[in-house]
C-alpha cells in the first residue's frame, strides 16, 4: 500500500469517526439550543414583537434541518446506512428538503434583519410597516417561493451506480449539476 493511498485509508476513517462521535453530539446540542430558543420566543412579552415570529421559524427551519437532512449525513458517512440509495422517493425527498432547508434559514434572518430595520426607522410611516401580518406574509410567501424555486430537486435526481454495487442519489445530468454547483455559490449559505 503506497503512502498516498495509506493517507486516504487515514483521512477515510478520521471522517467516518468525526461523524459517528460528533455528529449526536451536535444533534444534541442543536436541538436543545432550537428547543430554548423556542422557549424564550414564545414567550408572551416577546410575542409583542413581530421579529419573533421570524426568529420562531428560522429555529423551527433548524430543528427540522437537524432531523432531515443532518441525521441523513450523519448515518450516511457515519455510520454507512443511506437510505436516500435505496428509495427513490427518499432520494427526492432528501435532496429537495436539504434545498430548501438551506436558503430558508438564511431567509429568515435577513427578514428579521429588514424588521429591525424597519422598527428602528426615524420615519414614523416605516415603522408602522413593522407588523405582525407582515411578518406573516413574508414568512409564508417566501416559504412557497423558495418551495417551488427548488421543485427540479424532486424531478432531476436519481439513484446512480456510482462503483459495482454502490449506489448514491445524485443528480441524473451533466447539465443539472452544472446548475446546481453555480446556485450553489451563488445562493448556498
Not at 478520521?14 to 430554548?36: A, K, N, R, T
Not at 432520494?91 to 434559514?105: A, K, N, P, Q
Not at 407588523?131 to 406574509?137: G, K
Not at 417551488?148 to 446512480?160: M, Q, S
Request: positive net charge; contains cysteine; glycine residues 4%.
Amino acid at each position: 500500500m503506497s503512502s498516498e493511498s495509506y493517507l486516504i485509508a487515514q483521512l477515510i476513517s478520521v471522517q467516518m469517526y468525526l461523524y459517528q462521535i460528533g455528529g449526536p453530539i451536535f444533534m444534541i446540542i442543536g436541538s436543545v439550543s432550537c428547543i430554548l430558543n423556542l422557549i424564550i420566543f414564545t414567550k408572551k412579552t416577546l410575542r409583542k414583537n413581530p421579529c419573533s415570529n421570524y426568529l420562531i421559524v428560522y429555529n423551527l427551519t433548524n430543528f427540522l434541518f437537524i432531523y432531515t437532512t443532518f441525521i441523513q449525513a450523519v448515518l450516511s458517512n457515519g455510520f454507512n446506512i443511506n437510505y436516500a440509495a435505496r428509495s427513490l422517493s427518499y432520494c427526492h425527498f432528501t435532496v429537495y428538503i436539504g434545498f430548501v432547508e438551506d436558503i430558508l434559514s438564511p431567509f429568515y434572518l435577513i427578514l428579521a434583519s429588514v424588521d429591525r430595520v424597519l422598527i428602528t426607522s426615524r420615519n414614523a410611516l416605516t415603522r408602522q410597516r413593522s407588523t405582525h401580518r407582515f411578518a406573516y406574509i413574508c414568512i409564508i410567501s417566501g416559504t412557497i417561493f423558495w418551495m417551488l424555486f427548488h421543485i427540479h430537486a424532486l424531478i432531476l435526481t436519481d439513484i446512480i451506480e456510482f462503483l459495482p454495487n454502490y449506489f448514491i442519489c445524485y443528480f441524473n445530468s451533466n447539465a443539472y449539476l452544472q446548475f446546481t454547483s453555480y446556485y450553489s455559490l451563488d445562493c448556498g449559505p
